[in-house]
């Protein structure tokens, strides 16, 4: 705002403007909204200031020293604020004094003392406008010099709201903590800058705001409604920048991202880097990477992308998409190859576009001892076993002998193994190696699997806790008694991996020297060497669910 203008208000407050310049700031009120919210800011100070002098009327000096200094920000304003302050208050000498001599009857005793009191609460009343307004200058200057933003491209309508009045927003200006953005209902965007590179565009139809509360004062850019698309240049980890919605918290390294915000959800699509989303309706955080999108609203839901399995501690890597051939190829691409070998490619068929039918009884095994499985888990105490498999039936495995149709084994023998996936009739069951000579055989209840395509998970992690994920659900875990009748809970027990043979090969479809068949198709089979949590699972499960024909293999990462 001119200096002119700011005089001319702090003149009409203390009540010494003449008729020219009463006229020429009622037509600075017409036309500009933000001279008047002006005016009414300083007439509050002002007020403020007549409670302490206790005769404003009396000490127009006074008045206009203070509104004046009180926008300013450096030390040195400040400073000469107090003196001029101190110097004009009555008592003091000051030019705005009154006589003495022709109140002196009226003055009650201790007058003079109360007097240079009320002045001095003056110059206190500088000290705190000039400090209030020096640490909002230091708060800005974490995000911009002086300003949290800039506006730097304007098109169509863009207003800032102001006292109940729309000011039109104009490229080159400085957007400050509390100042709402609101852009025009059609062909209307903003792009506000930040010193650092940081820019957040917003589209047509959009509020939007920086907000901070006081027990945190780090900015917020919060959008209440609309599109904004940001890029957010690379921070410190411990310097996030905050984003919000009604419904998110967003925290971000450094990222492109766009954030949509409709009436009962925002929705957070993530285009570079990693953010941090938070449900505020429940408290529910999950990490969202690039090509993932998210919805904050009753829960958080993230959608994953075709193909975009979770990798970190994948050690072997099953897709079926060879399509011909006496090999299935480890395509996890840790260490050695780990390729399985098929002996009798009559009991097979490759599926198209991709899997393999295990048609008769055979076994699938891998050349070289699985080296790189047993040595990786021992390591972490933890393993993963998923599989995209369809049963031929529900009648395979001898549940009262307790010897199930081998889906996947690390083993020598019928007794002898580090871990095993099976199915017995119509529950999977996993056995683990946790020391020398202690083995733990644990299944899912009956009637947990179907003859259809299904996605099973076991994780086992380094606590002990075995869990079973059968199509994106959790189901219990437990053993079944001598008669094969009673169903018994189990959580898992303490064991290591340290005891793991690494002389011991991979094999899918039955056991080394034994007959454990089982037929059905294969269309993933994964290893990894630590216990994927909830997220990863859905993950990789939708990343299946993403393709059209369901019967087909997934992508390899």
């Known amino acids: 705002m001119d200096e002119g203008i700011l005089q001319l208000i702090d003149g009409a407050i203390a009540g010494d403007l003449s008729d020219e310049e009463r006229r020429v700031l009622r037509r600075a009120l017409d036309s500009d909204p933000a001279v008047g919210s002006e005016l009414l800011e300083q007439q509050a100070t002002a007020q ?9 009327a009396g000490n127009r000096r006074v008045v206009r020293s203070v509104l004046a200094d009180l926008r300013g920000t450096a030390p040195a304003a400040f400073r000469a604020g107090v003196k001029r302050a101190l110097a004009a208050a009555p008592g003091r000498g ?113 509020t939007f705001a920086f907000r901070q509360s006081e027990a945190d004062p780090a900015p917020v850019a919060f959008t209440e409604s609309g599109l904004i698309r940001a890029v957010i240049t690379p921070r410190p980890p411990a ?15 450094g990222t492109r991202l766009e954030v949509r915000v409709q009436a009962e959800a925002s929705r957070i699509a993530v285009s570079e880097g990693v953010v941090e989303v938070t449900n505020l309706r429940d408290g529910a955080t999950e990490r ?90 021992a390591a972490s105490d933890e393993i993963t076993i998923e599989a995209w498999i369809r049963p031929a039936n529900i009648t395979q495995g001898r549940v009262w002998e307790r010897m199930p149709a081998r889906i996947a084994t690390m083993s020598a023998s019928a007794s002898r ?50 869990s079973f994920w059968i199509d994106g659900v959790r189901a219990q875990v437990g053993t079944y008694d001598e008669a094969g009748t009673r169903f018994v809970p ?47 699972i859905r993950q990789n499960r939708a990343a299946g669910l993403a393709l059209q024909d369901r019967r087909t293999a997934l992508p390899p990462p």
């Open 48 to 56: 403020a200031l007549g409670v302490l002098l206790g005769d404003p």
């Open 94 to 206: 000051g030019a705005g004094a009154r006589p003495r001599r022709r109140l002196a009857a009226a003055r009650p005793r201790g007058y003079r003392v109360w007097r240079w009191v009320t002045g001095l609460a003056a110059a206190v009343l500088i000290a705190l406008g000039a400090l209030v307004r020096w640490q909002s200058d230091l708060l800005g200057r974490r995000w911009g010099a002086g300003a949290v933003a800039t506006v730097r491209q304007v098109s169509g309508e863009v207003y800032r709201l102001s006292a109940e009045h729309r000011v039109p927003v104009k490229a080159g200006e400085r957007v400050d903590i509390g100042q709402t953005i609101v852009t025009g209902a059609r062909a209307s965007a903003v792009t506000l800058a930040r010193q650092d590179g940081s820019a957040f565009e917003l589209a047509a139809a959009t």
């Open 239 to 253: 310097e996030p920048v905050r984003l919000g919605t009604p419904h998110a918290a967003i925290r971000v390294i």
């Open 288 to 377: 969202v990477a690039a090509g993932c999108v998210c919805m904050a609203g009753n829960r958080l839901v993230v959608e994953w992308p075709a193909g975009a399995r979770t990798r970190r501690g994948l050690v072997a890597l099953y897709t079926f998409a060879e399509g011909r051939g006496r090999f299935v190829r480890d395509v996890a691409g840790m260490g050695p190859a780990l390729d399985l070998e098929i002996p009798e490619p009559g009991a097979v068929a490759w599926l198209q576009p991709a899997g393999l039918a295990v048609r008769a009884p055979t076994l699938i095994a891998s050349v070289r001892p699985a080296e790189k499985i047993a040595r990786a888990c």
């Open 417 to 466: 193994r580090n871990f095993e996936l099976g199915q017995n009739l119509n529950t999977i069951t996993v056995r683990l190696r946790t020391g020398p000579d202690h083995e733990k055989c644990l299944w899912t209840p009956y009637g947990s699997l179907h003859p259809q395509l299904t996605h099973v998970v076991v994780t086992r992690r380094h606590s002990g806790e075995v």
């Open 490 to 536: 189990h959580g898992g027990e303490p064991g290591r991996f340290g005891a793991w043979d690494a002389g011991m090969r991979l094999a899918l479809a039955n056991e080394f020297g034994a007959d454990r068949a089982w037929l059905g198709e294969y269309h993933l089979l994964a290893v990894y060497s630590r216990a994927l949590d909830e997220s990863e």
